[in-house]
Structure formats: structure tokens, C-alpha cells
């Protein structure tokens, strides 16, 4: 079986911040993703669909994300349900998200807020490893500089 999703949009508005009773960090936010096609009346539409983090990448995106940057969300589709005050049964199908890229710099398009982590910037959990070291020397090794300090701007980082 596989539930895996991957998303590229724009964020609805800034993402909610939340910790459960156990001191858990979890995000809400929405991403509107683009229709690959237009309406009879030759508009574009849009699905607006709702992604949760968990943990350390819960904070991370509400540090970095910002209403409108352009995002890309990987994860799993969950539906739950809940009865609501009413008696009501209510069912929610929203995107576990387990790697989050952030597509465009705070510099690139609006937000505001802190500084947001370079271009491209990936978060998630896993195992998978990040090959974004190092953009300009992808090519070139690694570890050239001998045990030398390594001149690294704050912009760079994602804390």
C-alpha cells in the first residue's frame, strides 16, 4: 500500500502554532494548489488544502512560513472523524506532512517576520539526507578545507 502525497502552493495565512498537553508541537496551516487547468469562464482554480507537522518541523514552520510563500509539503493523506457539539459526526482529511521545502526566501515573496532560511530550504524528519550543502560546489568535495573554520553567513542557517 502507499498513502504519499507531495504538494507545491502558497500558504493561505500564517501557520497556527500549538502544543498538545504532553508539551507536543503541532502546525495548521493551508496550502492553495493551483488546478492545471481554467474554468469554462477561463479562471484558474485553486484546491485549498489543509497540511499538519508535528515536532521539531511544527516549529520550524511557524518560524519560517508566512502567508503566501510558496511552499512544497510531502507527506501522507489522513481522514479522521470526531463527533462535533451538535452529535454530529464530522470527518477531516487533511496532509500529514513529514518534509516541508521552502521554495522561496523571505527576500523573494513577502512574509514578514524573522529570517526565513535560504532558498530552497528543506525541513522534515527521516532519514533522507540534504544535498542542498551547498548549491554553487554541488561538485566539488565537501570537506576540501582541511579542518579549516568555515566561513558560514547567519542566512545560511535555519535556526
Not at 69 to 82: C, D, K, S
Not at 113 to 123: M, T
Amino acid at each position: 500500500m502507499l498513502n504519499r502525497v507531495i504538494l507545491i502552493g502558497r500558504l493561505t495565512k500564517d501557520p497556527e502554532l500549538r502544543y498538545t498537553p504532553a508539551g507536543v508541537a503541532v502546525t495548521q496551516f493551508t496550502l492553495a494548489v493551483d488546478r492545471p487547468f481554467t474554468s469554462q469562464g477561463g479562471e484558474r482554480e485553486a484546491d485549498f488544502i489543509p497540511v499538519v507537522t508535528w515536532r521539531q518541523l511544527a516549529e520550524t514552520c511557524a518560524n519560517y512560513l508566512r502567508k503566501g510563500r510558496l511552499t512544497a509539503v510531502e507527506g501522507r493523506i489522513q481522514v479522521r472523524n470526531y463527533e462535533n457539539n451538535e452529535g454530529k459526526r464530522v470527518y477531516v482529511t487533511e496532509v500529514i506532512a513529514d518534509n516541508v521545502r521552502f521554495l522561496e526566501s523571505n527576500r523573494d515573496g513577502g512574509g514578514s517576520g524573522g529570517q526565513a532560511p535560504r532558498e530552497e530550504s528543506s525541513f522534515g524528519g527521516g532519514n533522507r539526507g540534504n544535498n542542498n550543502y551547498s548549491r554553487n560546489n554541488s561538485n566539488q568535495d565537501p570537506f576540501s578545507d582541511d579542518g579549516k573554520p568555515i566561513d558560514i553567513s547567519d542566512d545560511d542557517l535555519p535556526f
